[in-house]
C-alpha cells in the first residue's frame, strides 16, 4: 500500500524545484504550466512560500526561489563537511596536497571544507568560504561534468585560478540535489594524473558513499 502523502506539500516542494531550475524566473502562467495546475493553485502556493522567504517576486512580477532558502541550506553544509573532512584528510597526507571539497552555489563554485596535508614543508593555502566561477579552476569544471551529465572522470586545470598553481577535481556523484566535487591543489609542478588521478576519484566515490 503506497505511503499516504500531501498533494498541497508536495506542490509546494515541485514550485521551489521547477523556480530553482530557472535562470530568469517565471511568471504565475509559466508557473502553472510547469506543474500542470491551474494559476489559482499556484496563488496560493506561491502566498504560502512568500510569506516564509522561500519564494520572492521581482518588479516584473517574475518568481525566483527566496532568500529563505539559505537559511535552509545553511543547515546541510556541516554535514557536508563533518562527512567530507575524514575522507580529505587521509587524500591530503597521500599525496602531499591540499585537498578540499567544493559545492556549486547558483554559477559559483563555494569551497566549503579545505584540508591541508600533515607533514609538507609546503603547500597551497586554500581558504574555507572562498568563491570562483564554476568555468574556471578544476573543483568548478568538475561540477561542470556533472552538471552535463557525463561520464568524464575528473578535470584538471593549471594556473586557471592563481599563477603556477595546478588542480585536479572529480565530482561527487549519485547524491541527489548535490553538485560538488572532491579536488586538489599543488604549487609543486605539474600533476602525476596516473598517480593522483586515480586517488581523487577514490575520494569522490568515498565522499558520495558518506552522504548517501
Same mark, same amino acid.
Given at each position: 500500500?503506497?505511503?499516504?502523502?500531501?498533494?498541497?506539500?508536495? $506542490?509546494?516542494? !515541485?514550485?521551489?524545484?521547477? %523556480?530553482?531550475? /530557472?535562470?530568469?524566473?517565471?511568471?504565475?502562467?509559466?508557473?502553472?504550466?510547469?506543474?500542470?495546475?491551474?494559476?489559482?493553485?499556484? +496563488?496560493?502556493?506561491?502566498?504560502?512560500?512568500? @510569506?516564509?522567504?522561500?519564494?520572492?517576486?521581482?518588479?516584473?512580477?517574475? %518568481?525566483?526561489?527566496?532568500?529563505?532558502?539559505?537559511?535552509?541550506?545553511?543547515?546541510?553544509?556541516?554535514?557536508? $563537511?563533518?562527512?567530507?573532512?575524514?575522507?580529505?584528510?587521509?587524500?591530503?597526507?597521500?599525496?602531499?596536497?591540499?585537498?578540499?571539497?567544493?559545492?556549486?552555489?547558483?554559477?559559483?563554485?563555494?569551497?566549503?571544507?579545505?584540508?591541508?596535508?600533515?607533514?609538507?614543508?609546503?603547500?597551497?593555502? +586554500?581558504?574555507?568560504? #572562498? $568563491?570562483?566561477?564554476?568555468?574556471?579552476?578544476?573543483?568548478?569544471?568538475?561540477?561542470?561534468?556533472?552538471? !552535463?551529465?557525463?561520464?568524464?572522470?575528473?578535470?584538471?586545470?593549471?594556473?586557471?585560478? @592563481? #599563477?603556477?598553481?595546478?588542480?585536479?577535481?572529480?565530482?561527487?556523484?549519485?547524491?541527489?540535489?548535490? @553538485?560538488? /566535487?572532491?579536488?586538489?591543489?599543488?604549487?609543486?609542478?605539474?600533476?602525476?594524473?596516473?598517480?593522483?588521478?586515480?586517488?581523487?576519484?577514490?575520494?569522490?566515490?568515498?565522499?558520495?558513499?558518506? %552522504?548517501?
Amino acid at each position: 500500500m503506497a505511503a499516504e502523502t500531501s498533494q498541497t506539500l508536495d $506542490r509546494g516542494l !515541485r514550485v521551489l524545484e521547477v %523556480l530553482a531550475e /530557472s535562470s530568469d524566473g517565471m511568471t504565475v502562467t509559466e508557473l502553472a504550466a510547469a506543474l500542470g495546475v491551474n494559476r489559482t493553485v499556484v +496563488y496560493r502556493l506561491i502566498s504560502t512560500l512568500e @510569506q516564509h522567504a522561500l519564494l520572492r517576486r521581482d518588479s516584473r512580477g517574475r %518568481l525566483s526561489v527566496g532568500l529563505g532558502i539559505l537559511h535552509l541550506a545553511s543547515a546541510v553544509h556541516p554535514l557536508l $563537511r563533518d562527512q567530507a573532512v575524514p575522507v580529505l584528510r587521509q587524500l591530503a597526507d597521500a599525496i602531499g596536497c591540499t585537498a578540499h571539497l567544493t559545492v556549486a552555489d547558483g554559477d559559483e563554485a563555494l569551497a566549503l571544507a579545505v584540508v591541508e596535508p600533515t607533514w609538507t614543508d609546503f603547500h597551497v593555502a +586554500y581558504r574555507v568560504g #572562498s $568563491r570562483h566561477p564554476l568555468s574556471h579552476g578544476a573543483a568548478g569544471k568538475a561540477i561542470g561534468i556533472l552538471r !552535463r551529465g557525463d561520464d568524464t572522470p575528473y578535470a584538471v586545470t593549471t594556473g586557471e585560478l @592563481q #599563477s603556477g598553481a595546478h588542480g585536479l577535481a572529480a565530482p561527487v556523484r549519485g547524491v541527489e540535489g548535490l @553538485q560538488a /566535487s572532491v579536488g586538489i591543489v599543488t604549487l609543486d609542478g605539474a600533476i602525476d594524473e596516473g598517480v593522483v588521478a586515480p586517488r581523487v576519484v577514490a575520494a569522490a566515490e568515498q565522499v558520495a558513499d558518506r %552522504l548517501r
